[in-house]
Each structure stands twice: as structure tokens, then as C-alpha cells.
């Protein structure tokens, strides 16, 4: 009876060593998984940015573009004496 008992007790040990490295286990991923997560975020953010800053310099290269041809109409306005 001894014999089993130790036997069991052993399993029992056995299983809880493992259960308890599987929660570590996962534990860890969850907290790489939230780092993944906080990075992916950051990098949303940034592209968002990107994103505004791009649509500001494109309005903003359309008005140059426009002043450009406002400019060049100004200019045509003048005649050089032969």
C-alpha cells in the first residue's frame, strides 16, 4: 500500500510541477503578447501620423502648385521692350 501511495504522491507532484511550468508558460506569453500588442499600437499611431502629415503636404503642394500658376500669369502681364 505504501509503494502506491508513494507512487501516487509522486504523480500528483509530477503533475503539479508541470501544471504550475505551464502556468509560467503562459504567463509569459501573455505578457509578450501585451507587448506585441502595446508596439502594434505605437506603430498604428505612427502611421496615422504619417498618414495626416502626408494629406497636409499634399494640400499644401496643391496651393505652391496653384500660387505657381498665379505667379506665372503675373509675370506673363510684363512685355520686355525690343
Do not use: K, W, Y
Amino acid at each position: 500500500m505504501n509503494d502506491a501511495q508513494s507512487t501516487i504522491a509522486a504523480a500528483v507532484e509530477e503533475q503539479l510541477a508541470t501544471s504550475n511550468e505551464m502556468g509560467n508558460t503562459g504567463s509569459e506569453a501573455a505578457t509578450r503578447c501585451a507587448g506585441v500588442t502595446a508596439t502594434l499600437t505605437g506603430l498604428s499611431g505612427m502611421a496615422r501620423a504619417t498618414n495626416e502629415e502626408a494629406t497636409a503636404t499634399l494640400h499644401a503642394a496643391g496651393r505652391l502648385t496653384a500660387m505657381a500658376g498665379d505667379l506665372r500669369a503675373l509675370v506673363g502681364q510684363f512685355q520686355v521692350p525690343a
